[in-house]
């Protein structure tokens, strides 16, 4: 759901459910930012894939 406001507010949450232990939160967290698709969602997706 936060993908679906592209709400730049919900980046910084998405960020930290990158690193969850879960992997569906994270490949949920990875959908929803980019979902969002601004600069910061998709530099956040790019450091979290390094």
């Known amino acids: 759901m936060?993908?679906?406001t592209k709400s730049e507010e919900a980046i910084s949450e998405l960020e930290k459910a990158l690193n969850d232990s879960d992997e569906y939160v994270r490949?949920?967290?990875?959908y929803a930012l980019g979902n969002i698709?601004?600069?910061q969602a998709i530099s956040?997706?790019?450091k979290a894939f390094k």
């Open 27 to 30: 490949g949920s967290a990875a």
């Open 44 to 46: 956040e997706l790019e």
């Open 37 to 39: 698709g601004s600069d």
């Open 2 to 4: 936060l993908g679906r």
